[in-house]
C-alpha cells in the first residue's frame, strides 16, 4: 500500500467511450498531480492541483479533464480518446518538496 | 527550463556494483530525487540530495555535484530485485517535478 490509491488498476476503453480514472490520497498531502507514462519516453507532467486548485495545465488536449473535489481526491476525466493516449497514467501528491512525491500504482489504459 | 540526461538502458551481474548517471540542467536548483521503478508499478522515491557529497543508504548511494549537474545513483551488492527503471528528476518550480527519461537496469544472474 503506497498511500496512494488508484482505480481501476487496467482499462480499456473505445475512442467513442466516456470514462473515469480516480485517485485517493489520505496522507494529508496539499498537492495532487496527474502524470502520463508512454513507453520509453520521460514521465510527462499533465495537472497540478494545489489546495483544490488547478495550478498547472501542461498544454493537455481537452479530451483529458481532471477534477479535484477536495484535498484527498483526484479524478481524470476522459472523453473521445486516441490509440496514442494508451499508456500508464500515474497520480501522485506532495506535501513539501523536499519529500518527494508519493505515487500511485497508476492505471494502465488501453484505447481501442 | 529543466533538462536531464540518464543513459538508457544498463546491465549487469548479481552481486557487482553498479552506477547510474544523472546529468541535469536547471534554471534554478532546489535538490535532486532518485526513484525506483519496477515494471508496472509505481516510482518509489529512494533519495534526495540538495547538498554536494555523497549519501549513503545501505546498499544505494547517491551522489550530487551541483557546480558540475551531476548526480549518480550507486548500487551495490546487486540482487535479481535490483532489475527495474531508475528515475532522476528535479523541481522545476514550487512542487512540479521534471523527470528524466530514466535508465532501465537489468541484473543477469
Known amino acids: 500500500e503506497t498511500g496512494v490509491t488508484q482505480t481501476p488498476r487496467h482499462l480499456v476503453m473505445g475512442m467513442t467511450n466516456k470514462k473515469s480514472l480516480k485517485c485517493e490520497q489520505h496522507?494529508?498531502?496539499?498537492?495532487m498531480y496527474w502524470y502520463k507514462q508512454s513507453a520509453k519516453k520521460p514521465l510527462e507532467l499533465m495537472f497540478v492541483?494545489?489546495?483544490?486548485?488547478?495550478?498547472e495545465n501542461n498544454s493537455v488536449p481537452s479530451r483529458f479533464s481532471p477534477e479535484c473535489p477536495n484535498s484527498s481526491h483526484l479524478f481524470l476525466h476522459l472523453h473521445t480518446l486516441q490509440p496514442e493516449d494508451s499508456a500508464l497514467y500515474l497520480c501522485?501528491?506532495?506535501?513539501?518538496?523536499?519529500?518527494?512525491?508519493?505515487f500511485g500504482s497508476g492505471t494502465r489504459l488501453t484505447v481501442v | 527550463g529543466q533538462n536531464i540526461d540518464q543513459p538508457t538502458e544498463m546491465t549487469a551481474t548479481e552481486g557487482a556494483i553498479v552506477q547510474i548517471n544523472c546529468t541535469y540542467q536547471?534554471?534554478?536548483?532546489?535538490?535532486l530525487f532518485w526513484y525506483q521503478q519496477h515494471a508496472g508499478e509505481a516510482p518509489t522515491f529512494l533519495s534526495y540530495?540538495?547538498?554536494?557529497g555523497l549519501e549513503e543508504k545501505g546498499r544505494f548511494s547517491s551522489f550530487l555535484s551541483r557546480s558540475k549537474g551531476y548526480s549518480y545513483l550507486l548500487l551495490k551488492e546487486l540482487q535479481m530485485k535490483d532489475s527495474a527503471s531508475y528515475l532522476c528528476?528535479?523541481?522545476?518550480?514550487?512542487?512540479?517535478?521534471?523527470f528524466g527519461p530514466g535508465t532501465r537496469l537489468s541484473v543477469l544472474p
Open positions: 501522485a501528491s506532495s506535501q513539501e518538496t523536499f519529500y518527494g512525491y508519493t
Open positions: 496522507l494529508g498531502h496539499n498537492a
Open positions: 492541483y494545489s489546495l483544490e486548485e488547478r495550478v
Open positions: 536547471t534554471s534554478g536548483f532546489n535538490g
Open positions: 540530495n540538495v547538498l554536494d
Open positions: 528528476a528535479v523541481p522545476n518550480y514550487g512542487q512540479n517535478f521534471v
